[in-house]
C-alpha cells in the first residue's frame, strides 16, 4: 500500500501513555486524524459505530480478513478481534489528512511493512512508571497488571525495530518531541498544512 502522505503508527506496551500523547499531538499539530478500529466487541452505551469503533460481527470481520480489507488485526485472548481497515487509511487520505494509528506491537510492525512510507514511533516508559499508570487505571486485576508488566518489559527490548523512539518520563515534553518527529517527517513528504 502506497499513500502520498505518511501514515504515522504510534505503539508500544500499555500504560505507556499513548492516547494521552496522540490527544496532545492532534492539538499541536493540524492535519492529523486517527483512524478508527474495527472491532467484534459488542458496542458500549453512547458509543457511535463509525465514531469510536467499527462494529462487527464475528462473521463479517472474518469475510473482510478473507477479502484482505485489514491491514492488520490482532485477536485478544478474550476472543475478541481489533483490526484496522484499509478503507479508514484510504478515507482520510481522501480528506487531505494524514492518518495517525493506535497499534500493538505486532499491527505496527505489520503496517511498518505493508505501507510505504509509513512512520513508527515507539513510545516508551519505564517499568515502574508503566507499573503505576496501569495500577491507577483499576481497569485489571492485580494478575492481570503483573502479565502486563511482563509483556511490557519484552515489548520494551523491542523498541529498536521502530523508527524513533519518545521516552514519555514527562508529558509537556514527550508530547513536544512526538509533534516534532512528525512536523519533521510531514515537512520532509511537503505534507505540512492540511485544514
Same mark, same amino acid.
Given at each position: +500500500?502506497?499513500?502520498?502522505? /505518511?501514515?504515522f503508527?504510534?505503539t $508500544? /506496551? ?9 490527544k $496532545?499531538?492532534?492539538?499541536?499539530? =493540524? $492535519? =492529523? ?5 474495527a ?7 453512547g458509543?457511535?459505530? *463509525? @465514531? #469510536?469503533?467499527?462494529? !462487527?460481527? #464475528?462473521?463479517?470481520f472474518?469475510?473482510?480478513v ?7 488485526? &490482532?485477536?485478544?485472548v478474550? *476472543?475478541?478481534?481489533?483490526?484496522? !481497515?484499509r478503507?479508514e ?10 492518518? &495517525?494509528?493506535?497499534?500493538e ?13 509509513s512512520?513508527t514511533?515507539?513510545?516508551?516508559a ?15 486485576s492485580?494478575?492481570?497488571? $503483573? ?9 520494551l527490548?523491542?523498541? @529498536?525495530?521502530?523508527?524513533? +523512539?519518545?521516552?514519555n ?6 508530547t ?10 510531514? *515537512? ?6 492540511? /485544514?
Amino acid at each position: +500500500m502506497s499513500l502520498s502522505r /505518511p501514515v504515522f503508527v504510534i505503539t $508500544g /506496551p500499555s500504560g505507556a501513555g499513548k492516547g494521552t500523547l496522540i490527544k $496532545g499531538l492532534l492539538e499541536r499539530v =493540524l $492535519g =492529523l486524524e486517527v483512524a478508527v478500529s474495527a472491532t467484534t466487541r459488542a458496542q458500549r452505551p453512547g458509543e457511535v459505530d *463509525g @465514531h #469510536d469503533y467499527w462494529f !462487527l460481527s #464475528d462473521d463479517e470481520f472474518t469475510r473482510r480478513v478473507d477479502a484482505g480489507a485489514f491491514l492488520e488485526y &490482532v485477536p485478544y485472548v478474550s *476472543g475478541r478481534r481489533y483490526g484496522t !481497515l484499509r478503507s479508514e487509511i484510504e478515507r482520510i487520505a481522501g480528506d487531505d489528512r494524514t492518518c &495517525v494509528l493506535e497499534l500493538e506491537l505486532e499491527g505496527a510492525l505489520a503496517v511498518q511493512t505493508e505501507v510505504a512510507g509509513s512512520v513508527t514511533i515507539f513510545i516508551a516508559a519505564d517499568v515502574a512508571e508503566l507499573e503505576r499508570r496501569l495500577r491507577a487505571r483499576a481497569t485489571e486485576s492485580t494478575g492481570e497488571i $503483573g502479565e502486563r508488566i511482563d509483556l511490557a518489559r519484552a515489548q520494551l527490548e523491542q523498541a @529498536h525495530c521502530f523508527r524513533y +523512539m519518545v521516552r514519555n518520563d514527562e508529558l509537556e515534553r514527550a508530547t513536544a518531541a512526538l509533534a516534532a518527529i512528525v512536523e519533521c517527517e510531514l *515537512g520532509r513528504t511537503g505534507s505540512m498544512g492540511g /485544514p
